[in-house]
């Protein structure tokens, strides 16, 4: 349910309609617009509960329950985009951003390399898992807190913001040490235990759908993660498993306006992981912005024959490049804007 507050409603009247609200048992979230708060109370309704007790409260414009089970990422909550900010980086406004960078960090070098070669073609945010959710075990599983370390280093040599994942709770505080925004990979999209802790943090988060979630699904873990309290957080639409195997995934564009018009979470694509082969990537990244997303995570990689882990689906540097001015054309028409190059993100 959200209350909805008069215009330019009092503090002590939203600060007493907080405290009905949580001696009812509700949590109280609150989203302050222009000229409107307005108060998620989400929580199980008690047999006590009368709407009209609510709505009678001085400065209270109007109560209306919301149906869908997600209630803090719905559009009810919160009616405007959510902006996300990371130093001079806004997430989800009329800009798209751009996450490159390897699939995983694989030593000083190489993410040196890459970090510099991305920011060149102008990407604001550097990718590269430093956990990897490998489907074998013998498979290169990551540097752990030694890529984190060289990620965080180029990122601050370069002016990038960065981006990793964690796999799970005991990776989480050696994450926060290092970087700028927390991947929860599709593997672990319903991990609540994971989502839980991550609601606790004041970092964001960016939430890669599952390759079997619906929509409701994925803004249901959004909820887990705002319900603690983390409401900045980022949708990664990354494909999903279907029937079709010349593809890795089929990457659904279609939840890029679905999400849009249910929630006010920024929608990121993963091209790369959506298709699983270089020659698409490029394709998909420009259909992509086309259909409104606010921001694209690519793989990029200095020498992707030789990559440890998504190699096929990398781009080389120039690829990349050429990319980013095709994307320059195609954000105008769509009333959006490639995120300006500045020296220093951070
Ligand atoms: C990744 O971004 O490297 C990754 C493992 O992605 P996903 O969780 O979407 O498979
Ligand atoms: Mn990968």
Sequence with gaps: MVIVMKDHAEETDVKNVTDRLKSLGFDVHRSDGVTRTVLGAVGEKRPEFDRRDIELLPGVLEVIPITKPYKLASREFHADDTVISIGNLKIGDDTVVLMAGPCAVENRDQIMLIAEQVKKAG?????????????????????????????????????????????????????????????????????????????????????????????????????????????????????????????????DLSAIPVVQKLSHLPIIVDPSHGTGRRDKVAPMARAAVAAGANGLEIEVHSDPDHAMSDGAQSLYPEQFEELVSELKIIAPAVKKKIQPYLDNLL
């Design 123 to 251: 990407a604001h945010v550097l990718r590269g898992g430093a956990f990897k959710p490998r489907t074998s075990p013998y498979s290169f599983q990551g540097l752990g807190e030694e890529g984190l370390k060289y990620m965080r280093e180029a990122g601050d040599k370069f002016g990038l913001a960065i981006i990793s994942e964690v796999m799970d709770v005991s990776q989480l505080e050696v994450c926060l040490k290092y970087v700028d925004i927390l991947q929860v990979g599709a593997r672990n999209m319903q991990n609540f235990i994971l989502l839980r802790e991550l609601g606790k943090v004041r970092k964001p988060v960016l939430l890669k759908r599952g390759m079997s979630a619906t929509i409701e699904e994925w803004l249901m873990a959004a909820e887990y993660l705002m319900a603690g309290g983390n409401y900045d957080v980022m949708l990664c639409e990354r494909g999903i498993r279907t029937f079709e195997n010349y593809t890795r995934n089929t990457l």
